[in-house]
């Protein structure tokens, strides 16, 4: 074998990662081969399960068990020599020379992926002190020094808080020092703003390519957002079931695709940046005034005692209106309220002030903040709910047919052979085979098991799906296919949606009008195309503007809005 | 955080006022008192009973008085003047019976804790990092043994060990001869030489329930991405585990605190007879049977004070641990 070319830190060549479990064997990783630069961004793409977070961290030997690494050479630079790290012993004093010291690591979740009984300054420190012979003052004095690189004020009394006391971005900044302590010549970022909301990711993904920059490194970014790869990528490899498919400069992978699945990779990941096509929307498309079906009049919820500085207003003052066969876009990052807007309207959070006015069916108006409990009962039957986490919203030990079918039980509306035939046609209405039904929720992937949520949603046949974050923790191709599932069901049973996300790209495709929440106000509402294209707030125009364009020919994010937050 | 130490000491008063009120209300519930069991007692050994002795007793006892008396006077006695009663069947004021026991309840509490702690540490973190090993395995399967068998089976088992193959005298803190002898150094050798037969056996159990403990919080914590990020700073192994994922599991060694005297007294009352300990729990014991009852009601509610001191010592070190507690 050749050596790599000059400008090349690290090569990995024909790597192969197993997993020994009890009963087989799983090729996690085959074969992958790819090369980090000097100064460049290598963007290894794939959806969950593809392996690219096995594949990072095998470049640390940090792979847990019963994972190994069984083929294949890793050959880090070291002056003109190359140390094939796969041969390393993982607990030997070379690896840890390696880890920290010339490859950093930053990863996803930066709630859970610093220690939150130590500082942040002790935590960084101590990665300082590893690998320097700095004493305590000076490691402090660098420490501080980085957490000013990374743009953290007052960075010199920042050192002392703990993770806890740091909001998402902040820690994900913290994270980005450490993993810079030792100086290292390769950065590996593994989804470092997956959790972040869309303006900090914007903020956070500029760091690191700014650092990038200043200090030469190679960098290996691992995600699975087309967009966020367009923005920052230099070559890109996109993996899947472990192999990489297709590799290329990212200009080449994005116009000129040859594999289908990165073709299809893009297509739905393009789909999403504009409005379905080929619908009208449904307020336009009647001749005559419409009856809103769901009006809300000045909404509010406060937590904690009214008119105490310690008071948050999670909600303030919500208006609109749902128009039948009308999807509403309620859009906002975390901590805006539209989660808790969503639950409001269901009443599971009871409102502090204003109104929630539902028109039923033979068209008399309910007051639905003044329903005593059962009189609840009954709205809730024609109002129902899609929860966000198709992992934790379906009872494990129920099967698929006592999960979709336990709304009709608890309303004693079927039973029996009727319960069964009634089950298996919402399931059929989801895409779901009937067959499925006496399985365990377990046996199901994501999407699938989105699909049966779904179906019990629909079971007591609602007017109103109040869907929150319904897509979030799906892959971008089963996410359209789960959109245009709703869009589908939603024509043949004229439901209406409200579509809480924080997802601009899946609202603007879902939605026919949009709400733009921002610290409990909904600052901005309008048609979904107009937001989209042509906000008029300050705040809408920072949100839609950072939010990546899955193509590098016009890189969005490199010229965005900043949204500076008036003082309150 | 001075003010929240204040705030907890303000709350132990009226909780122990509660326990106080509780503990004497128990000790009267069943029929009759110390004199109806002393009468019955001497009828039983044929002894003539003076009806009228018996109403001089009564008077000067007070136990005509009704219920809230006699519980006023108590507890003003003690409030006001450190005076718990008077014990009726050793017949001499229950502060100076109670004291010594006490003390060396306190003593073997402490050195259990300890026992406890220095065994189930190591043994629970390598059990957790070298989960289904043989080691873990062995372990566990002693673990189980601690759990399952009963204190007072233990304590016969290594008596007999200790006196058929050691040649030590069992059963108390000191051998005879040094029973009555002032402190010496061969005195504190002697009772070194008879502690760790009940150290091991109260801390058996509390060894085994922590190892599993630890075990599990400890498998929680080891696959934590912080856990990660301190690997992938290139800290050696055995630091990744001791600094990040074995302080934050170690939260309920603190709390084991709170919860081993109060397990000391109650739980191992029957090992306490058998190893023949001059510990709170057999003279309690005695006590209650008797109806011996402010003697029962200060041990009691002093056991409840060192409750709940412990607990605040524990609630308190958990907040230094944790800074998470600290803020909230």
Same mark, same amino acid.
């Given at each position: 074998?050749?050596?790599?070319?000059?400008?090349?830190?690290?090569?990995?060549?024909?790597?192969?990662? !197993?997993?020994?479990?009890?009963?087989?064997?799983?090729?996690?990783?085959?074969?992958?081969?790819?090369?980090?630069?000097?100064?460049?961004?290598?963007?290894?793409?794939?959806?969950? &399960?593809?392996?690219?977070?096995?594949?990072?961290?095998?470049?640390?030997?940090?792979? !847990?068990?019963?994972?190994?690494?069984?083929?294949?050479?890793?050959?880090?630079?070291?002056?003109?020599?190359?140390?094939?790290?796969?041969?390393? !012993?993982?607990?030997?004093?070379?690896?840890?020379?390696?880890?920290?010291?010339?490859?950093?690591?930053?990863?996803?979740?930066?709630?859970?992926?610093?220690?939150?009984?130590?500082?942040?300054?002790?935590? %960084?420190?101590?990665?300082?002190?590893?690998?320097?012979?700095?004493?305590?003052?000076?490691?402090?004095?660098?420490?501080?020094?980085?957490?000013?690189? $990374?743009?953290?004020?007052?960075?010199?009394?920042?050192?002392?808080?703990?993770?806890?006391?740091?909001?998402?971005?902040?820690?994900?900044?913290?994270?980005?020092?450490?993993?810079?302590?030792?100086?290292?010549?390769?950065?590996?970022?593994?989804?470092?703003?997956?959790?972040?909301?869309?303006?900090?990711?914007?903020?956070?993904?500029?760091?690191?390519?700014?650092?990038?920059?200043?200090?030469?490194?190679?960098?290996?970014?691992?995600?699975?957002?087309?967009?966020?790869?367009?923005?920052?990528?230099?070559?890109?490899?996109?993996?899947?079931? &472990?192999?990489?498919?297709?590799?290329?400069?990212?200009?080449?992978?994005?116009? !000129?695709?040859?594999?289908?699945?990165?073709?299809?990779?893009?297509?739905?990941?393009?789909?999403?940046?504009?409005?379905?096509?080929?619908?009208?929307?449904?307020?336009?498309?009647?001749?005559?005034?419409?009856?809103?079906?769901?009006?809300?009049?000045?909404?509010?919820?406060?937590?904690?005692?009214?008119?105490?500085?310690?008071?948050?207003?999670?909600?303030?003052?919500?208006? @609109? +209106?749902?128009?039948?066969?009308?999807?509403?876009?309620?859009?906002?990052?975390?901590?805006?309220?539209?989660?808790?807007?969503?639950?409001?309207?269901?009443?599971?959070?009871?409102?502090?002030?204003?109104?929630?006015?539902?028109?039923?069916?033979?068209?008399?108006?309910?007051?639905?903040?003044?329903?005593?409990?059962?009189?609840?009962?009954?709205?809730?039957?024609?109002?129902?709910?899609?929860?966000?986490?198709?992992?934790?919203?379906?009872?494990?030990?129920?099967?698929?047919?006592?999960?979709?079918?336990?709304?009709?039980?608890?309303?004693?509306?079927?039973?029996?052979?009727?319960?069964?035939?009634? $089950?298996?046609?919402?399931?059929?209405?989801?895409?779901? +085979?009937?067959?499925?039904?006496?399985?365990? *929720?377990?046996? @199901?992937?994501?999407?699938?098991?989105?699909?049966?949520?779904?179906?019990?949603?629909?079971?007591?046949?609602?007017?109103?799906?109040?869907?929150?974050?319904?897509?979030?923790?799906?892959?971008?191709?089963?996410?359209?296919?789960?959109?245009?599932?709703?869009?589908?069901?939603?024509?043949?049973?004229?439901?209406?949606?409200?579509? %809480?996300?924080?997802?601009?790209?899946?609202?603007?495709?879902?939605?026919?009008?949009?709400?733009?929440?921002?610290?409990?106000?909904?600052?901005?509402?309008?048609?979904?195309?107009?937001?989209?294209?042509?906000?008029?707030?300050?705040?809408?125009?920072?949100?839609?503007?950072?939010?990546?364009?899955?193509?590098?020919?016009?890189?969005?994010?490199?010229?965005?809005?900043?949204?500076?937050?008036?003082?309150? | 955080?001075?003010?929240?130490?204040?705030?907890?000491?303000?709350?132990?008063?009226?909780?122990?006022?509660?326990?106080?009120?509780?503990?004497?209300? %128990?000790?009267?519930?069943?029929?009759?008192?110390?004199?109806?069991?002393?009468?019955?007692?001497?009828?039983?050994?044929?002894?003539?009973?003076?009806?009228?002795?018996?109403?001089?007793?009564?008077?000067?006892?007070?136990?005509?008085?009704?219920?809230?008396?006699?519980?006023?006077?108590?507890?003003?006695?003690?409030?006001?003047?450190?005076? @718990?009663?008077?014990? @009726?069947?050793?017949?001499?004021?229950?502060?100076?019976?109670?004291?010594?026991?006490?003390?060396?309840?306190?003593?073997?509490?402490?050195?259990?804790?300890?026992?406890?702690?220095?065994?189930?540490?190591?043994?629970?973190?390598?059990?957790?990092?070298?989960?289904?090993?043989? &080691?873990?395995?062995?372990?566990?399967?002693?673990?189980?043994?601690?759990?399952?068998?009963?204190?007072?089976?233990?304590?016969?088992?290594?008596?007999?060990?200790?006196?058929?193959?050691? &040649?030590?005298?069992?059963?108390?803190?000191?051998? *005879?001869?040094?029973?009555?002898?002032?402190?010496?150094?061969?005195?504190?050798?002697?009772?070194?030489?008879?502690?760790?037969?009940?150290?091991?056996?109260?801390?058996?159990?509390?060894?085994?329930?922590?190892?599993?403990?630890?075990?599990?919080?400890?498998?929680?914590?080891?696959?934590?991405?912080?856990?990660?990020?301190?690997?992938?700073?290139?800290?050696?192994?055995?630091?990744?585990?001791?600094?990040?994922?074995?302080?934050?599991?170690?939260?309920?060694?603190?709390?084991?605190?709170?919860?081993?005297?109060?397990?000391?007294?109650?739980?191992?009352?029957?090992?306490?007879?058998?190893?023949?300990?001059?510990?709170?729990?057999?003279?309690?014991?005695?006590?209650?049977?008797?109806?011996?009852?402010?003697?029962?009601?200060?041990?009691?509610?002093?056991?409840?004070?060192?409750?709940?001191?412990?607990?605040?010592?524990?609630?308190?070190?958990?907040?230094?641990?944790?800074?998470?507690?600290?803020?909230?």
């Amino acid at each position: 074998m050749t050596d790599p070319a000059e400008d090349v830190v690290l090569s990995v060549e024909n790597l192969s990662i !197993d997993f020994r479990l009890r009963t087989h064997i799983l090729h996690a990783v085959e074969n992958v081969s790819f090369e980090l630069k000097r100064g460049q961004t290598l963007c290894l793409v794939g959806e969950s &399960g593809s392996g690219k977070s096995v594949t990072a961290r095998s470049l640390l030997q940090i792979v !847990d068990r019963p994972g190994s690494i069984v083929g294949g050479r890793i050959l880090l630079r070291t002056g003109g020599e190359f140390t094939d790290i796969a041969r390393l !012993d993982p607990d030997g004093q070379a690896m840890r020379a390696i880890r920290g010291r010339r490859i950093g690591l930053i990863f996803q979740e930066p709630m859970s992926s610093l220690s939150p009984v130590h500082t942040i300054g002790s935590q %960084i420190i101590e990665a300082v002190r590893l690998h320097s012979d700095l004493d305590k003052r000076a490691a402090r004095a660098k420490t501080v020094e980085l957490l000013r690189q $990374v743009e953290i004020p007052n960075p010199d009394q920042m050192a002392d808080r703990y993770t806890f006391e740091f909001s998402g971005g902040m820690r994900q900044r913290a994270m980005i020092a450490m993993a810079l302590a030792g100086n290292p010549d390769i950065l590996i970022a593994d989804e470092p703003t997956t959790a972040l909301d869309v303006t900090t990711q914007g903020e956070i993904l500029d760091l690191i390519k700014r650092l990038q920059v200043e200090r030469g490194m190679a960098m290996l970014l691992i995600t699975h957002d087309m967009g966020i790869v367009a923005e920052v990528a230099d070559d890109v490899a996109v993996m899947r079931f &472990g192999r990489i498919v297709e590799r290329g400069p990212v200009d080449a992978i994005y116009h !000129d695709a040859q594999h289908p699945y990165t073709r299809q990779l893009l297509a739905s990941t393009v789909k999403l940046t504009r409005h379905v096509e080929g619908r009208v929307p449904a307020v336009a498309a009647s001749s005559q005034p419409l009856q809103p079906i769901l009006s809300v009049r000045n909404l509010g919820k406060t937590f904690g005692w009214h008119g105490k500085t310690n008071s948050l207003r999670a909600v303030d003052d919500a208006n @609109f +209106d749902l128009y039948p066969g009308e999807n509403l876009g309620i859009v906002g990052e975390s901590g805006s309220g539209k989660t808790t807007l969503g639950r409001l309207i269901l009443r599971t959070v009871e409102p502090t002030t204003g109104s929630v006015i539902y028109r039923d069916k033979i068209g008399g108006e309910v007051e639905v903040t003044s329903l005593t409990k059962k009189e609840l009962r009954g709205f809730h039957r024609e109002v129902r709910l899609v929860f966000q986490d198709p992992f934790a919203s379906l009872n494990p030990r129920m099967t698929v047919k006592d999960v979709i079918g336990d709304p009709l039980i608890v309303n004693g509306l079927a039973k029996g052979k009727a319960l069964e035939e009634r $089950v298996a046609e919402l399931m059929r209405l989801v895409g779901l +085979d009937p067959m499925g039904m006496e399985r365990y *929720p377990h046996a @199901f992937s994501g999407g699938q098991r989105q699909r049966i949520g779904i179906a019990r949603a629909l079971a007591l046949d609602p007017r109103i799906i109040i869907a929150d974050e319904a897509t979030s923790a799906l892959d971008v191709s089963i996410r359209s296919q789960i959109l245009d599932l709703l869009l589908d069901i939603k024509k043949r049973l004229n439901l209406s949606f409200i579509f %809480i996300s924080h997802d601009i790209s899946v609202v603007r495709y879902f939605c026919d009008r949009v709400a733009v929440m921002h610290r409990g106000k909904i600052v901005e509402l309008g048609e979904a195309e107009q937001i989209c294209t042509a906000p008029q707030e300050a705040y809408t125009k920072s949100l839609i503007s950072a939010v990546p364009n899955p193509d590098p020919r016009d890189k969005r994010m490199l010229h965005r809005h900043r949204f500076v937050a008036p003082v309150s | 955080m001075l003010g929240y130490i204040f705030k907890r000491v303000l709350y132990m008063i009226p909780t122990l006022f509660g326990m106080s009120l509780i503990s004497f209300l %128990i000790i009267q519930l069943p029929p009759g008192d110390y004199l109806t069991s002393m009468i019955a007692t001497m009828s039983d050994s044929g002894q003539a009973v003076d009806p009228a002795q018996i109403e001089r007793l009564k008077e000067i006892y007070g136990f005509d008085d009704p219920f809230y008396i006699q519980y006023l006077k108590w507890i003003w006695g003690i409030v006001s003047r450190g005076d @718990f009663g008077h014990s @009726f069947e050793w017949n001499q004021p229950v502060s100076g019976l109670i004291w010594g026991r006490m003390g060396s309840t306190l003593v073997i509490s402490l050195l259990s804790l300890l026992f406890v702690w220095i065994v189930a540490l190591p043994i629970g973190i390598y059990s957790a990092v070298r989960r289904h090993s043989i &080691g873990d395995h062995v372990f566990t399967f002693f673990g189980f043994i601690g759990l399952a068998v009963p204190n007072f089976i233990l304590a016969l088992v290594l008596m007999y060990f200790a006196y058929r193959y050691l &040649g030590q005298s069992v059963g108390g803190l000191n051998s *005879p001869e040094y029973a009555e002898a002032p402190w010496s150094l061969a005195k504190v050798g002697d009772f070194l030489a008879h502690l760790w037969i009940p150290i091991i056996i109260i801390g058996a159990s509390g060894t085994a329930a922590l190892i599993r403990v630890l075990r599990a919080n400890l498998t929680d914590e080891l696959h934590k991405p912080y856990v990660i990020t301190a690997r992938a700073k290139g800290l050696p192994e055995y630091k990744v585990i001791l600094k990040y994922p074995v302080r934050i599991a170690l939260n309920p060694f603190v709390s084991a605190i709170g919860w081993v005297l109060p397990h000391l007294v109650s739980g191992v009352t029957i090992t306490a007879i058998v190893l023949n300990l001059p510990t709170a729990g057999p003279l309690l014991f005695r006590a209650l049977v008797s109806q011996d009852m402010y003697l029962a009601g200060s041990f009691i509610l002093l056991l409840s004070a060192l409750t709940l001191v412990g607990m605040l010592l524990s609630d308190l070190l958990l907040a230094l641990l944790d800074p998470r507690i600290r803020f909230n």
